[in-house]
């Protein structure tokens, strides 16, 4: 990123927004902590050491540092990253605001629920294989060769994190709460594209042929630029609108 400063021990200007939904006397304001910047800091080194040395009572959530679990999405000056992967550097300014993703239901601080989002989407997209048993003559066919090319085009598609950055930077989930999201739509293609899949696009459309599904989304493709995996969510979305729309 253009202006990033690289390894300068500056000081750094952290504001976070505390807020813990089940107390009765908590309210939501922002704390500011002041600390000194480290060559290759990340937001998540950011945190921790806010924790360790200012604010043992913070909470945010994180499990592998490595872009992998998902578990550390957050806005990070009002667009959604992962703690993990954002480096201090990429802010000139050295002021960095934080707060948890919207969309979500919040735990506490920077903590919110996206498992249970996810697992609801999961079921919601009925997010598994649709196949009929076969028969004892037929176990050879179980597993049917997949073409190389078709097999990728899945694998892409399952590199879904389940961090939540589509979800919080779409416009269509905050008018409407059960808009499935980009994540589901990408959910639904990524079954679609698979052979072992025996859903037809009548099935597809039960599911996702209405204004809660593709039909809702507005095609201003946030979720496209936030996603830290890169899904290529834009030709996705536009191709399940496709086929959805030539259902009679
Ligand atoms: S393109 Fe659709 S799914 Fe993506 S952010 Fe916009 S409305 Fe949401
Ligand atoms: S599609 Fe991208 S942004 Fe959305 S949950 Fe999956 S990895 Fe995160
Ligand atoms: S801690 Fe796992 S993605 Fe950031």
Redesign the pocket.
Known sequence: MSGAVENSGRELTIRVLKFDPNSAVSKPHFKEYKLKEAHSMTIFIVLNMIREQYDSDLSFDFVCRAGIC?SC?MMINGR?RLACRTLTKDFPDGIITLMPLPAFKLIKDLSVDTGNW?NGMSKRVESWIHAQEKSEEHMSQIEERVEPKVAQEVFELD?????????ASCGTKLMREDFV???GL?RVVRFMLDPHDERSDEDYYELVGDDNGVFGCMSLLA?HD????N?P?QSKIAYLRRKMANVK
């Not at 936030?226 to 995996?229: A, D, L």
């Open positions: 998902g999405g959604p996810f590199r879904c994190i389940e961090c939540g950055c589509c979800i999201g980009a994540a990408n979720c936030v996603c830290p995996k899904l969510l």
